[in-house]
Structures are given as C-alpha cells and as structure tokens.
C-alpha cells in the first residue's frame, strides 16, 4: 500500500470517528429531554454516567491525530482537517460534559416541567439542539457557508438565556419558586447557552478547516 493511500485511510477513520463520536453526544442531548418528557429516570441516570466513554473516544482520536500528523506527515490540506478534528472533539467532548451535568441537575429537581419555571426554557432547549446539530453537520460535510450561518444562531441562544433569567429573578421576587431550585435550573439553562458557544467553536473549526484562517486570524 503506497503511503498516499494509507493516508487517506487512516484519514477516512478518522472522520468515521469523529462522526461516531458527534452522533454518540447528539443522541444523549435529544434522550434526555425526551427522557424527562416521558419521566424516565432510569434513562437519565444512564446518559448522566455516559461521560467517561465519550470521554474515552475523545482520547482515542486525539492519538488517532497526533499519529497522522507526526508519522504521516501531511500536506497542508490535510493538516487541516486533522488539526481541525483534533480540536473539535474537545467541543464534542465538553458538550457531553454538559449533558450530563444536565442530567444531574434534571435529578436533582425531581423531574419537573422546566416550564413551571420558565416558559423560554422548552424554546432554548430546541433551539441549542438545532444549532448544535447543524454545526456538527457543518463540520462532517465541510459546509462553510451552513457554518457561518450558524454562528449567527448564537445570538438566539444567549436572547433565550436571558430572558430565562428574568423569569427566575421575578419568580425569587415574589417568593413563588423555591430557591435552590431556581438556581438549579438557572445552572441548566447555561449548559444550553454553553453547548451554543461549543457550536460556535465547531463552526469555527470548520472554516479553518477551508481556508486555513480562524477567527480572521491565519494559521495554517
């Protein structure tokens, strides 16, 4: 086997891997909250507990790069791709962090309605699945243009962070929530505004990943 051909092998698996790795953290986002809908709790204990094998993949690729860049020695394109992975399942990884301390969080209140706390909180919670969804898209498929138009999408994000905030401030106001858990759901609802940020940084990766610039700034 030619090295060029092993190359793009081990670059193929790569991608696999990464796209195994992003489908892992998209499928615990949309069962916990479909979890919670349906009371669920044993399936919420589960994705709390899913960190440590996302966590695990993340290592394996992070290896998987640092053998195609020090043994392979890949051309600029390439470089790219390769660097652009190595630092996107870093984002991946804290996204499933954040679910799962979601899913701590969604015990520790017991289960309930996040509406009874916000009515903006449902809405944030689509809309940071959606984004994240499609940075990721972006990403695999090396879509810059569906990249740049999610970026945008954050300041959705950060408007529904606020906006959950008022609710919970006027709701400690007039005494109507107990406290503690106002402060839980405050916690949630910016792991949401975090995952937002994380799409940002993976839309981010995918632009480099075309035109060696992140963040107006050349680098490869």
């Known amino acids: 086997m030619s090295p060029r051909i092993s190359f793009d092998h081990e670059l193929k698996l790569l991608k696999e891997n990464v796209s195994d ?54 051309v600029v394109g390439d470089l790219r791709v390769v660097t652009a992975s190595l630092k996107v399942v870093t984002d ?9 301390d979601m899913a701590e ?7 309930k309605d996040f509406s009874l706390f ?11 699945r959606e984004m994240f969804c499609e940075a990721v898209d972006a990403f695999v498929s090396r879509n810059m243009e569906k990249a740049q138009k ?4 954050d ?3 950060d408007e529904l962070f606020n906006k959950v905030k008022v609710d919970l401030i006027e709701s400690l106001k007039r005494e109507v929530k107990d406290a503690d858990e106002c402060i839980d759901v405050l916690m ?4 949401l505004e975090k995952i937002g940020d994380h799409a940002v940084n ?19």
């Open 150 to 153: 999610v970026i945008k999408e």
């Open 21 to 74: 790795m992003v489908n892992r953290v998209e499928e615990n986002y949309e069962h916990l909250f479909d979890a919670l809908k349906s009371q669920e709790e044993d399936e919420i204990l589960k994705i709390k507990n899913n960190d440590k094998l996302i966590s695990k993949q993340q290592r394996e690729i992070e290896s998987q790069c640092l053998f195609l860049i020090t043994r392979q020695q890949p």
């Open 202 to 220: 993976i839309c981010e990766w995918e632009i480099f990943q075309e035109t060696g610039n992140i963040s107006d700034m050349r680098l490869l």
């Open 118 to 128: 916000s009515v903006h909180l449902d809405g944030m919670i689509d809309a940071t």
């Open 188 to 191: 949630l609802a910016k792991y």
């Open 92 to 100: 991946i990884e804290r996204i499933g962090d954040h679910v799962s």
């Open 105 to 111: 969080l969604i015990l520790r209140l017991k289960m």
């Open 155 to 157: 300041d959705v994000i």
